[in-house]
């Protein structure tokens, strides 16, 4: 849904964040909220405030003296139920979005028919039933929960593909793959000129060019990072006896765009099989459950992994890092990249064509690169060496014997254990911890919290860095189940922000599940994955 001139000065903030074609995916997004925790509700509150398209409200509960006096969701609403009165809350908040209470057990609810369909993300307090539900229709979810101070998020579904991870990587100048037009006008650059003003005009890339070709020439091979120290001794061989801050900035470019790293993920995706099922163009059909965002993220994927069998390195962006020096030299040098970059993107674009017509899912393939705009397909080439497919875990509990193979925050690795213990305490109660008298429970979730660690360590619980002290048991306990509005504000801003990144696939999700212990004298949070 493209985003009206009137929508663009009231999400002008955001759309500076993630763009016209972010805000455009929001506006057609739609989000099923499962229930009516305090958490869930402050997600849906941030996530109706970023413009989603559409927001449903699944929930039965009635509302209690004590929601009015804690819950500014149904303060003042003379509503019955707490669903009924939050999305009259959520419309005073934004009238421009579609928000739909629906009087019914959210148990019941995901099991009816056509209930889950057009849903791209739920969002709900953890329960294991939901989650089985939300799983095998194929829906992304983000739970939580809280007990006081302590809380945790947890998304689940399928693999998420990230058509733009927007991390913060230096500018690829491609100088180890430079082709002929670049090479010639760097060559073309005197840099043994008299004058300071003429030496000071040669911009930072003529002396990296000039050195690595060099070194190159030298040594037959190009450097790698033990020469490093080498190839910074020629750049100094160009100082002279008056101020030279290209040179200076010469060598503090040389690792950023001499040693630049793949993301630890972008070796696997290029030789993923559905990566080479697309390139071997066998026949291969998607799945009734991809969505058009992942047929673009592997068609583009495929398309990738072609261009760097030919070409032998990532397709240039048509962006240069700023640098000092002459400017007409430096616009030259822009118009170099940004041509080299329009070649490259239609030898993507060439090969995306291809593959959608050899494929047996040609169909799709060929209207999801059609739909491919030079906007989305100049974002895919900035952001290709960082492609990245991010997995959910599907366990309920982080597994004690990994947190203690270390790696973990102490407090954090402390609260997994703790959630952990809850569950187990309440398997065998009847009850969350609290609920009942507060003594008893504590010495009831201290004895499995007890167990839990001497099963994953094999020694003494107490000389476990996972072991939880005796007053955040105690405090555990005192939380009671509770939703205090200060965690559940930190949590569901949190959920919001990762619900924006799965619908925009935009910036990468956490994978694992996030801890958070909002204590007052030391508030931690940390992700488990």
């Not at 070709?213 to 030298?218: C, I, K, R, S, V």
Request: charged share 20%; glycine share 6%; aromatic share 6%.
């Amino acid at each position: 849904m493209a985003v009206e001139s009137s929508s663009v000065s009231k999400y002008d903030r955001q759309i500076r964040v993630w763009g016209r074609h972010g805000q455009e995916a929001l506006h057609s997004a739609r989000v099923c909220v499962l229930g009516t925790h305090m958490a869930v509700l402050e997600a849906a509150k941030n996530l109706a405030l970023a413009g989603i398209s559409s927001l449903v409200i699944v929930d039965d509960t009635s509302i209690v003296a004590s929601d009015v006096q804690t819950n500014y969701f149904v303060t003042g609403s003379g509503r019955e139920y707490i669903g009924e009165a939050a999305v009259e809350t959520l419309i005073r908040m934004n009238p421009d979005i579609t928000i739909e209470w629906i009087h019914a057990d959210p148990r019941s609810y995901v099991v009816s028919d056509g209930a889950l369909a057009g849903v791209d993300v739920a969002i709900l307090e953890d329960d294991a039933t939901l989650v089985t539900h939300l799983d095998q229709a194929g829906v992304r979810s983000i739970s939580v929960q809280t007990n006081g101070f302590f809380g945790y998020i947890k998304p689940r579904g399928k693999a998420h593909v990230v058509l733009e991870p927007n991390r913060p990587t230096p500018l690829d100048l491609q100088l180890k793959h430079a082709w002929p037009e670049l090479i010639a006008f760097l060559e073309s650059q005197p840099t043994d000129v008299e004058e300071e003003d003429d030496f000071l005009r040669i911009p930072s890339i003529v002396f990296l060019h000039k050195a690595l070709t060099a070194f190159e020439q030298q040594h037959g091979q190009s450097p790698s990072h033990p020469d490093m120290a080498a190839l910074r001794t020629m750049l100094q061989g160009f100082h002279r006896d008056w101020s030279e801050i290209n040179v200076e900035e010469a060598l503090t470019m040389v690792n950023t765009q001499l040693l630049k790293p793949a993301t630890p993920s972008f070796p696997a995706i290029l030789h993923h099989q559905t990566v080479d099922a697309l390139v071997r163009k066998t026949g291969f059909v998607f799945g009734p459950g991809v969505d058009d965002k992942e047929v673009l993220f592997w068609t583009f994927a495929a398309a990738l992994k072609a261009f760097m069998a030919r070409n032998h390195r990532v397709p240039v962006t048509g962006k240069i890092p700023d640098m000092h020096g002459s400017t007409e030299i430096y616009v030259n040098l822009q118009r170099i990249y940004q041509r080299r970059a329009a070649s490259d993107r239609a030898e993507l674009h060439a090969d995306m064509v291809q593959i959608a017509q050899s494929c047996g899912d040609s169909d799709r393939i060929r209207d999801v690169v059609a739909d491919m705009d030079q906007e989305i397909l100049t974002l895919l080439v900035k952001n290709a060496s960082n492609l990245t497919v991010v997995s959910f875990s599907s366990s309920v509990d982080v597994d004690p014997k990994q947190l203690a193979k270390g790696g973990v925050t102490p407090t954090v690795g402390q609260q997994a254990i703790l959630w952990a213990s809850s569950r187990e305490f309440e398997s065998h109660m009847g009850h969350v911890p609290g609920l009942s008298a507060v003594e008893s429970d504590v010495v009831g979730l201290s004895k499995i919290v007890n167990s839990i660690v001497e099963r994953a360590v094999g020694e003494s619980p107490s000389d476990s860095p996972c072991m939880p002290s005796n007053q955040m048991i105690r405090e555990f306990v005192i939380g009671g189940h509770c939703e205090l509005a200060p965690t559940c504000s930190v949590l569901g801003g949190i959920m919001a922000q990762e619900a924006v990144k799965l619908l925009t696939s935009q910036f990468v999700p956490f994978g694992g599940q996030l801890f958070y212990y909002g204590s007052p004298e030391a508030p931690v949070m940390d992700v488990i994955e």
